[in-house]
């Protein structure tokens, strides 16, 4: 089973920033957090990771909190192009084996 | 570099048919995936392998076989196809490192047993 849980669906008005949650209250001390996003039925991309600082690429900001049981994904200034399902992903048996397991993830609706 | 090339992209298969699905990536992964996708769900781990040689269950391998005798290649098998084998089939690899890294998907084979 997945390791996290997020909101089935949200909604963010275009130019705004989307703040997407998501919950891995049984994460390890060394393994990372992914997001990867998949817009219509292409192949899921790849958005950005951390261990425990925060962190920000080109695409994103992600932000993890002290405890690591839960981040959030930013994306600063969201287009209608960023209309997909996003997926925030711990593997399962750590960072050097195990398994990428995907949950639900949350489909964000960017909104003119 | 492709990257992850699955065909083929679309097939229509019959029931009780067999067929393999083939992925090939280009970029030296150790680790490569193949995930199966109905409408409006998440990804499915089918099974998935470590390595050339090593290969490994994951949470629906029922109907499926495996095989990885080169890092570049993991086909699927499909064997007696059923109408439950519908899907979007996705194969993905991945170079696994101590900081993290990125998993690269390939765009999908759809496949519909009618």
């Known amino acids: 089973d997945a390791k996290t849980t997020q909101p089935p669906s949200m909604d963010c008005a275009e130019g705004r920033a989307a703040n997407l949650p998501c919950n891995h209250s049984t994460i390890s001390g060394n393994e990372y957090v992914y997001w990867y996003r998949q817009i219509h039925s292409q192949g899921p991309q790849y958005i950005i990771h951390g261990l425990k600082n925060n962190e920000t690429n080109e695409m994103a900001s992600l932000i993890i909190t002290e405890d690591r049981k839960s981040s959030t994904l930013i994306l600063p200034h969201a287009t209608l192009r960023d209309t997909a399902v996003y997926y925030c992903i711990v593997r399962v048996g750590g960072n050097q084996g195990g398994k990428l397991i995907f949950g639900q993830g949350t489909e964000l609706s960017v909104k003119p | 570099n492709a990257g992850v090339t699955q065909t083929p992209k679309f097939r229509i298969l019959k029931i009780g048919q067999s067929m393999t699905l083939q992925c090939a990536q280009d970029m030296n992964h150790n680790y490569m995936y193949w995930y199966r996708q109905d409408p409006g769900m998440g990804l499915k781990l089918i099974y998935y392998?470590?390595?050339?040689?090593?290969?490994d269950k994951g949470e629906v391998p029922n109907g499926y076989n495996v095989s990885r005798s080169t890092t570049e290649d993991f086909p699927l098998r499909l064997e007696l196809a059923a109408p439950s084998q519908t899907s979007v089939y996705f194969c993905a690899s991945q170079e696994i490192r101590d900081r993290g890294s990125e998993a690269f998907f390939g765009q999908g084979t759809r496949l519909t047993v009618v």
């Open positions: 392998s470590v390595g050339a040689g090593i290969t």
